[in-house]
Nanobody
Framework: QVQLVESGGDSVQSGGSLRLSCAASGPTYTRVCMGWFRQAPGKEREGVAA???????AYADSVKGRFTISQDNAKKTLYLQMDSAKPEDTAMYYC???????????????????WGQGTQVTVSS
């Protein structure tokens, strides 16, 4: 079982920056794709950014140019750099893992079988 633990959530002013981290543990897969998702109160969970096993990235239109997904393979840690934060970025942020030979940088939540518990991000205006 893959275990994921997010950290780095905080309160920040509009225009500020945050870096979220997601530490992975458990089996090592040769092919695994990772994603960041978020869920605001009363809304469905949505894909924010994704990273394939070969480095391909995907971003939601709402965060393109502001958020950057990356990973440190040696540390088995996934990151989400959030710049120019907006109040509408306020949500619980989750990382997810999709260990599958043919996985891709997907923003579709149903592709990911493993999830962390989330970290809260609040952006005030």
């Amino acid at each position: 079982q893959v275990q994921l633990v997010e950290s780095g959530g905080d309160s920040v002013q509009s225009g500020g920056s945050l870096r979220l981290s997601c530490a992975a543990s458990g089996p090592t897969y040769t092919r695994v794709c990772m994603g960041w998702f978020r869920q605001a109160p009363g809304k469905e969970r949505e894909g924010v950014a994704a990273l394939s096993s070969v480095g391909t990235t995907a971003y939601a239109d709402s965060v393109k140019g502001r958020f950057t997904i990356s990973q440190d393979n040696a540390k088995k840690t996934l990151y989400l750099q959030m710049d120019s934060a907006k109040p509408e970025d306020t949500a619980m942020y989750y990382c997810a893992a999709w260990p599958y030979k043919y996985c891709s940088a997907s923003l579709t939540r149903w592709h990911y079988p493993y999830w962390g518990q989330g970290t809260q991000v609040t952006v005030s205006s």
